[in-house]
């Protein structure tokens, strides 16, 4: 076995990618994929991680993209290659979505047979093509190095598949794979923190000292964003009259009305067999659902305590709080007041939470004031002040209106001794792309170049080195 490279000596800029050649950051997550070039204050590539998939005979056709998956196509259903906690579930999936996120912003894709272009005659008989060494010729990703992010729980298994791939289907020159959590607290400028990330799909809370993550310390929960929307379709459906949610496709016109009066709209009809699957629907729903989320939610933070039920102090004043309108695709639209808190409310006090018998109660331990204080009962109390005195909130779900200065009192009640701060950026996109934006400064460091796993390394030592290199 070869000695490992002397960090003292820099590694060759061919070998490792630098600052001529330009590395490449990929941050996927359950939403979305984020892609682009490190150096960049924001990817240039932000697709959804969701793709269509179309029935063509045996085989099904895949749709990856904003343009492609919104489009009723007939028997187009919708799927998601990332599990439920933020890990890969379908490999070979994910690897054409996040091919798809890099070639089709950033760089050249494969090239095609030529034979199918449509720009050559077809051939009367067989055409015998050599296809000796296309392989080698048709890696994508063969000038960039690549850093990939990961959840700070992604098992060995993940981690080599990750380096893999990069490695063997786009033939990368470089490679490093970071967690989110702490290319998180670099964007915010921190070497440590207790890091803050509502996604889609999980809270997660990542304590993070000198650069690297306190593993005892992290803790998940899937009190997040769609958590919200689950609360927002159980908040529609219980109102008298229950509150439609009817996705734009399937509207072909409608009339204003009052608010509150039931819509005048013109449905779109399919024939039969053509009508797209359920899970499209629900996808489309939830479209309406963000724009719920992102106009009208909003999260009790007042200094007279928790929202609590009907009757209560806190909710009455609520309750007499000007309200927020919203509008449904199909024209019904309505005030929104008091019941607008309610719908973040579970995700600080389980007892707030809409239930249903498909729906309980979410447990005591899942909320993000018990999520924080599990966190940090496992660090080393020497470091907790440090933590709670460098707090940064990142993720798209934290973008609701609030949600920083709620925060800023449930950890003042659980902490009334340290010095609290939180950073939560006021820029919706260093928010949402925090961890991306930290990769983004990581690998366009010139010091960072001495850390690159080479594909020369890789050659020797196989996947397992992502396990010695990259803790």
């Not at 993940?158 to 702490?182: D, F, Q, S, T």
């Not at 890091?195 to 650069?211: E, K, L, Q, R, Y």
């Not at 992290?218 to 529609?236: D, E, H, T």
Request: a negative charge; proline letters at 9%.
């Amino acid at each position: 076995m070869a000695a490992a490279q002397s960090t003292s000596i820099a590694p060759s800029t061919a070998e490792y990618g630098g600052d001529e050649i330009s590395a490449l950051v990929l941050d996927p997550g359950y939403s979305t994929t984020r892609a682009g070039f490190a150096g960049e204050d924001v990817p240039k590539s932000v697709i959804p991680s969701y793709y269509g998939i179309i029935p063509s005979g045996t085989s099904k056709k895949q749709l990856f993209g904003d343009n492609s998956i919104h489009t009723p196509l007939p028997n187009i259903s919708i799927g998601n290659p990332m599990s439920l906690d933020g890990t890969v579930e379908d490999w070979d999936t994910a690897t054409n979505l996040w091919e798809y996120a890099i070639t089709s912003r950033l760089t050249n894709a494969r090239p095609g047979n030529p034979m199918t272009n449509g720009l050559n005659d077809k051939p009367n008989g067989d055409v015998d093509v050599n296809m000796e060494g296309v392989e080698d010729q048709e890696k994508p990703l063969e000038e960039n190095p690549l850093l990939m992010t990961e959840t700070g729980w992604n098992s060995g298994k993940n981690r080599e598949k990750g380096i893999e791939i990069a490695m063997e289907n786009w033939g990368c020159p470089a490679y490093w794979l970071a967690r989110n959590g702490v290319l998180a607290a670099f964007s915010a400028g921190k070497p440590s923190a207790l890091v803050v990330d509502i996604g889609a799909a999980n809270i997660s809370i990542t304590p993070v000292h000198d650069g690297l993550i306190l593993k005892k310390g992290v803790a998940r929960s899937p009190l997040a964003g769609n958590f919200i929307s689950s609360q927002l379709r159980l908040l529609f459906s219980t109102s008298q009259p229950p509150i439609p949610l009817t996705p734009h496709y399937l509207i072909t016109s409608k009339i204003p009305v009052d608010a509150g009066a039931p819509s005048q709209a013109t449905y779109r009809t399919f024939l039969p067999n053509t009508a797209p699957h359920p899970s499209f629907r629900r996808f489309e729903e939830e479209r309406i659902l963000t724009e719920f989320k992102e106009s009208v939610v909003q999260v009790w933070a007042s200094t007279s305590g928790r929202l609590g039920l009907q009757g209560t102090p806190p909710h009455e004043v609520a309750r007499n709080t000007p309200g927020r309108p919203f509008e449904m695709p199909d024209g019904w639209n309505q005030m929104f007041g008091a019941e607008r808190y309610r719908a973040a409310e579970g995700i600080f006090d389980a007892k707030m939470a809409l239930t249903d018998p498909s729906n309980p109660a979410p447990p005591t331990g899942q909320t993000l004031p018990a999520l924080i204080q599990s966190s940090l009962s496992q660090v080393d109390i020497d470091v907790r002040p440090h933590l709670l005195g460098n707090v940064v909130v990142t993720g798209g779900s934290s973008l609701l209106y609030n949600f920083s200065d709620r925060l800023q009192l449930e950890l003042g009640a659980l902490y009334p001794g340290p010095r609290l701060r939180i950073t939560a950026p006021g820029n919706t996109a260093e928010r949402k792309f925090a961890s991306w934006i930290g990769g983004s400064i990581l690998a366009s460091l010139g010091t960072f170049h001495q850390m690159w796993i080479s594909k020369k390394e890789y050659d020797e030592h196989g996947p397992v080195i992502v396990e010695k290199r990259c803790k």
